[in-house]
């Protein structure tokens, strides 16, 4: 009996380890197949936050940006300031070198991959993997890494849901999710995907409405 347990204690490790490394690879592959890539469209706009913040860490908007064929102000642009100061920690680590910038994507590129998987698990069981792996190389993402803020925000954005949906495999995490589901962060997640939430509303009650009728 011991050794059975044994066995499969083992056997369930070692399925951890190939999905991360899976996952660690796929991260890795997708980050290097962009990072050859020039700047371009918009990457020059969002160069000049980072450039700003790694220079005036304290006045990120403190520059005028010809933009709009016109001086504007840098506030005037759609820049959040999150994606632009990991940029301006690149540029002061490695200087003016864009692979080394888009290498430095890699863990926003390995949060959207584990987002992924984990949003997959739970609504595709037995093809995760596979989903994964198709979704990441797609021609919907990737193309669409560059130093702009999509890819980030969509990777905090899964990442987000997957919190509120309690997806982590790691009770800690199950339970932050839960606390996070029901505060203003629940509603920042909504305003961005509200289909998504509204399915899971709709489960959750229909869910309760069973276990009601059945309890009866």
Request: charged share 15%.
């Amino acid at each position: 009996m011991v050794s059975r347990l044994d066995t499969c204690a083992g056997q369930g490790q070692s399925t951890v380890n190939s999905r991360t490394f899976s996952l660690l690879l796929l991260a890795v592959l997708y980050t290097g197949l962009n990072a050859c890539k020039p700047l371009h469209i918009d990457d020059t706009a969002y160069y000049w936050y980072a450039r700003q913040i790694s220079q005036h860490p304290f006045d990120p908007y403190g520059f005028t940006l010809l933009w709009y064929d016109e001086p504007n102000e840098a506030n005037d642009i759609l820049a959040p300031p999150v994606f632009p100061a990991w940029w301006a920690l690149c540029i002061r680590l490695f200087g003016e070198v864009p692979l080394l910038w888009k290498l430095g994507l890699l863990p926003w590129c390995l949060l959207l991959t584990m987002a992924l998987h984990a949003l997959f698990r739970r609504f595709a069981t037995g093809l995760e993997m596979s989903l994964t792996w198709l979704t990441m190389l797609s021609p919907a993402l990737l193309p669409s890494l560059n130093l702009m803020l999509d890819v980030p925000a969509l990777a905090l954005s899964l990442s987000a849901i997957c919190l509120f949906l309690g997806l982590s495999p790691h009770s800690s995490f199950r339970s932050t999710g839960r606390v996070v589901a029901s505060d203003r962060f629940a509603e920042s997640v909504g305003s961005r995907n509200p289909s998504a939430l509204a399915t899971w509303r709709y489960r959750h009650r229909l869910t309760r409405f069973q276990s009601h009728c059945a309890g009866r």
